[in-house]
């Protein structure tokens, strides 16, 4: 095909577009990317990542909790992750006499190794492509509705049939916006133990601060291990259980990493966007992540200035914290790179090539008027968009309010809800009542709730917010601190006590007088008005989005393979497993500034201050570091690497996956993003996108030399 100006101004505006570097594949097709993946240095096939003929990498990968990687090394089902993604059971396991956070974690024997109740792990056993089932019966003629319809009866026609054949869970997954589909056979664990963390001035090194940027010295690393029944078989916690026996576990290298080696990440990245249209990415880029930001920063400044004041309230606002804090960091870093790189820019450059071949052909109409009508949906959704951001963001921050809302369900109960049904509500509720006010802080909460109802009422018109805050105008004159004055002091689920005497002596005659409670009117006013507002108009929004993104993603699978034949086409991440490769090496996020590839002990120590949480080092750490005893995990040159980057398409949910080597052992942890590119979910720019791993020579010096926990190195299968 001959190719346009627009389209050759595009090659190089747009860049590495589908760079070798760029791409999350499905490792059931690996096959296709395995010369280019050869040619950059790879020495095993792809045979030898993802089989279901034999074991393979696959079997040591695992979706870990609900939102990060883990990986198996040893035959006893030892896996390591991220520290932030362990982060919360250390929290959870943590009291002021533990304080797991600030000392770390180290079972010395497997008795030691503690229960996480609730906590699974995923593993991936087969894939198959069932797109010509689940669009079974659908045609050029079938309308959006009726093929919405079918393929919800195909996969579930397909799930009911497959679960009667097989002991694994089974679920259908969409690629390609709806043009492809797998079905997908996983194991789930549910006896999960945790085994070893380092202390958070480790594991959490910079805090905040350093979260989200290069160069990095953090040791983001936890270690748990799987647990089954004495057949084999996932199985509840039981002190009968037993380690799990992989069919796989990743051999660990020694060796380092040098500039330009050739590196791959395995995992399972949660969310990409990188198909939308430029309008989406602006709304994304400029209206609704500055709103998050400025609501997210408001809040952690009040967490910060409590919890300096108080190690126990430090410990109970951890977890709650990093939660914040992850994200906040990385949207400011989408704003920033979308502006600076312009992103939105070269995704117009993108969208002129496009209707260019579009035009070229009259069947292509479709495909042209997708991307037309894309603006004037999201204009419309933008209101929608805002108002669930706000209520979100600020309204259900307000810690009272969020767990008020969980007894809205007791609060229905009449004299016929059966008392069976009744209990298992109550039974449900105690135990969230006690975690609750395990980690709950009032004065903090109330500062919160003052802060953000004073957003909330400023950005939201009369006419389109919840009716609490028109409430705060009329009752109290606009004094937000007056109306939260009220709402704590009247309150009942500001004391555990008074709240666990409601459960204990409940009565269905009570329901009424609990749902007149301030708490649960303040979150029904807020949920009504969605429900009643905004809940079926963003709905209605969204299918109209995911349809126009259905047809103008066809469009591009259409169009890239003819306008830029040298290129493969990658799916968006869902959270199932992939595979990301590119190579090691540094960047040069602006004029004058260039970062190499890995950092060292040395910039622990010179990041070093007593004062500031974030950045104290340990006196052990000092210890080994003064002695400079690193023993065989020291590199080449002497020092201790502790980080080190890569070209590899990462995003969350990447957390804790395995960095391999070209000859498929373990080389670290991926643990984060340059902050420089985190716009990579919806932008790529292989000249900052990279992702951050801790080097697993420090991982196994903190474990060995630090912790002396060498039980857990001779488990491992170790490549000097």
């Not at 939201?460 to 109306?483: C, S, T, W």
């Amino acid at each position: 095909m001959k190719r346009t100006l627009s389209t050759i101004i595009t090659v190089i505006i747009f860049g590495g577009i589908l760079r070798a570097d760029e791409g999350m594949w499905i490792p059931a097709l690996l096959q296709r990317n395995e010369a280019e993946m050869q040619a950059m240095g790879m020495k095993i096939t792809a045979d030898d990542i993802y089989s279901i003929n034999h074991s393979s990498m696959k079997d040591a990968v695992v979706l870990f909790g609900g939102g990060c990687t883990g990986e198996i090394v040893s035959d006893q089902g030892l896996l390591l992750t991220n520290h932030h993604c362990g982060y919360g059971w250390i929290q959870r396991h943590s009291t002021v006499e533990h304080d797991y956070l600030t000392d770390g974690f180290w079972a010395m024997t497997m008795e030691e190794e503690l229960p996480c109740p609730g906590l699974t792990v995923t593993m991936l056993k087969n894939m198959v492509d069932v797109t010509d089932k689940v669009l079974e019966g659908v045609t050029d003629q079938t309308t959006d509705e009726e093929r919405a319809q079918l393929v919800k009866e195909n996969i579930k026609k397909l799930v009911e049939e497959t679960e009667k054949t097989t002991e694994y869970k089974v679920t259908v997954e969409s690629f390609y916006q709806g043009n492809q589909y797998f079905l997908m056979y996983n194991e789930i664990f549910k006896d999960i133990r945790m085994v070893g963390a380092p202390p958070s001035n480790i594991g959490k090194f910079g805090g905040d601060t350093d979260n989200w940027v290069w160069p990095r010295h953090t040791g983001d690393f936890s270690i748990f291990r799987v647990y089954v029944d004495k057949d084999g078989k996932p199985a509840e916690y039981s002190e009968d259980n037993v380690p799990y026996k992989p069919d796989y576990h990743f051999t660990i290298s020694l060796k380092g990493v040098e500039k330009d080696d050739f590196t791959f990440v395995f995992g399972y990245p949660a969310r990409t966007n990188e198909y939308l249209p430029s309008v989406a990415v602006n709304q994304e880029a400029n209206v609704i992540y500055p709103v998050v930001v400025d609501l997210r920063t408001q809040i952690l400044d009040i967490y910060n200035k409590y919890q300096e004041k108080d190690a126990k309230v430090r410990i109970q606002y951890a977890s709650k914290h990093a939660g914040l804090g992850n994200g906040w960091k990385k949207w400011m870093g989408v704003i920033e790179g979308i502006r600076s790189f312009k992103g939105i820019e070269k995704k117009r450059a993108f969208e002129t090539a496009y209707n260019d071949w579009c035009m070229q052909a009259r069947n292509r109409m479709k495909y042209m008027h997708a991307l037309r009508d894309f603006t004037p949906v999201y204009e419309e959704y933008e209101k929608y968009r805002m108002a669930t951001t706000y209520m979100t963001e600020a309204g259900f921050s307000i810690e009272l309010i969020s767990y008020a809302a969980s007894f809205a369900e007791l609060g229905e109960v009449t004299k016929d809800t059966p008392q069976e049904e009744i209990d298992n509500i109550i039974s449900s509720l105690k135990a969230e009542t006690k975690a609750f006010f395990k980690d709950y802080y009032q004065p903090i909460d109330e500062e919160v709730a003052v802060t953000m109802l004073e957003a909330y009422r400023a950005a939201q018109p009369e006419d389109f917010r919840p009716e609490i805050l028109n409430e705060i105008d009329k009752k109290y004159k606009g004094d937000v601190k007056a109306y939260v004055d009220y709402l704590f002091k009247k309150s009942i689920f500001t004391s555990e006590e008074n709240v666990n005497k409601l459960l204990d002596g409940f009565k269905p005659a009570k329901a009424k007088k609990l749902m007149k409670d301030p708490a649960i009117v303040a979150y029904n006013s807020m949920y009504e008005f969605y429900r009643d507002n905004v809940k079926d108009k963003s709905k209605e929004c969204n299918d109209r989005i995911n349809n126009l993104r259905r047809v103008y993603m066809e469009g591009q699978m259409k169009m890239i393979p003819e306008v830029y034949p040298e290129r493969n086409l990658y799916p968006d991440a869902n959270f199932t497993l992939r595979v990301t490769y590119g190579k090691v090496g540094g960047f040069k996020p602006k004029d004058a500034v260039t970062y190499r590839h890995f950092t060292t002990l040395d910039g622990i120590m010179q990041k070093e201050n007593p004062d500031i949480y974030d950045y104290v080092v340990t006196d052990r750490l000092h210890e080994l570091y003064d002695a400079k005893d690193y023993g065989r995990y020291a590199d080449k040159d002497g020092s201790m690497h502790v980080a080190f980057i890569a070209g590899n398409h990462t995003t969350g949910g990447n957390s804790g996956s395995p960095i391999l080597n070209a000859e498929g052992q373990l080389l670290g942890l991926n643990f984060d993003r340059t902050w420089e590119g985190t716009m990579s979910d919806l932008v790529y720019d292989p000249s900052i996108c990279k992702n951050i791993s801790v080097d697993i020579r420090y991982v196994l010096f903190l474990i060995d030399k630090y912790a002396g926990c060498t039980r857990l190195i001779d488990e491992m299968t170790i490549a000097e």
